[in-house]
């Protein structure tokens, strides 16, 4: 299927087609039954549906087949990029050299603003995969964040070889045009593209980029207004809308979106430590209240589902978890 027929972020990750179903294998109907409603909840948008059921089935069964893969790109699509790289490691060790999960590592560790990395990796999926133009986008993104912008400008041009007019090597080349300051152009060719790439928030927010850094903060602030409301808290966002506000006069309210910013991040710092503790203790169930406690607190329930998952199996008669479970459950409930 064609990259340029694909839109919203599922286009991205459904790179290639599952391979044979869930079926084939012996585990219990009730296990497959999860992964079959999970994958359909993701197929159709319904993300945090399927982070709970598909982080369920990954909790109670590790190795259960495709269910890292998948959980990955749920992870992928709710931003979470550093529990998504872990279910893509996990699942390549299933399926080394395969050139979809190559990719999405590569992707990810992209996303997660960990580029050296990101460009080894997608490097070996450009290599599985010469004609998949993605690959060799997000390899010249990785390059350009590392300084190497004419190597950047060659992958992508590479890209835009194999598939002419493909919007998201179009949105890759206006962020070399924004790197290299020439905004103008920039912002004519990100509104070309605006809609038709495979992530459009993500266009958007290099729109407003674009705009705040070419003199138009007041026009960059509307993008990012309506960006942060339409999403979980996002640290990078409130900084974006933080420098608009402050750049277009608007003093009181920048300030004060400065200091959401700070207070985001001090939390985002305690969750990478405790995601670093559950990981390191696995079976430490303290530390896994703490985190999925702190996540709730702040309103990320996607971030909150496979964790949460993970201490239902361990400790499902457990008053705390049973407590947990009942308010992820009515934040993720429809109003």
């Given at each position: 299927?064609?990259?340029r027929a694909r839109r919203g972020i599922l286009a991205l990750l459904f790179l290639f087609a599952l391979g044979s179903g869930p079926g084939s294998t012996a585990q219990g109907p009730s296990v497959s039954e999860r992964f079959r409603a999970g994958a359909a909840a993701l197929e159709a948008g319904q993300v945090q549906q399927a982070l709970n059921l598909l982080g369920s089935v990954a909790a109670e069964?590790?190795?259960?087949?495709?269910?890292?893969?998948?959980?990955?790109?749920?992870?992928?699509?709710?931003?979470?990029?550093r529990q998504a790289k872990q279910h893509f490691d996990?699942?390549?060790t299933q399926d080394p050299g395969n050139a979809q999960l190559t990719f999405l590592l590569g992707f990810s560790l992209y996303q997660a603003a960990r580029y050296f990395e990101a460009a080894r990796t997608l490097e070996r999926a450009q290599a599985l995969a010469r004609k998949n133009p993605l690959p060799r986008i997000y390899h010249g993104l990785a390059l350009l964040r590392l300084g190497q912008a004419r190597a950047a400008r060659k992958e992508i041009g590479g890209a835009l070889a194999l598939a002419p007019g493909e919007p998201t090597a179009e949105m890759a080349l206006a962020e070399l045009d924004l790197a290299e300051g020439r905004?103008?152009?920039?912002?004519?060719?990100i509104r070309r593209v605006l809609g038709k790439t495979p992530q459009p928030e993500q266009s958007q927010i290099l729109l407003g980029r674009i705009l705040l850094e070419g003199g138009k903060a007041a026009k960059a602030a509307v993008i990012f207004e309506g960006l942060i409301r339409s999403q979980p808290p996002r640290s990078d966002l409130l900084y974006l809308q933080a420098q608009a506000l402050l750049r277009s006069g608007e003093g009181d309210l920048g300030r004060e979106t400065l200091e959401r910013f700070q207070r985001l991040k001090e939390v985002e710092g305690k969750i990478r430590l405790l995601e670093v503790e559950v990981s390191t203790h696995p079976s430490d169930l303290e530390a896994g209240l703490r985190l999925v406690t702190l996540l709730l607190d702040h309103g990320m329930a996607r971030n909150a589902a496979v964790p949460l998952a993970k201490l239902r199996r361990q400790a499902p008669d457990d008053a705390r978890v049973r407590r947990l479970v009942g308010r992820l459950e009515a934040i993720s409930s429809p109003p």
């Open positions: 299927m064609s990259f069964d590790p190795d259960f087949d495709q269910v890292q893969a998948l959980l990955g790109r749920a992870c992928l699509v709710a931003g979470l990029e996990r699942a390549l905004f103008p152009e920039a912002e004519k060719r």
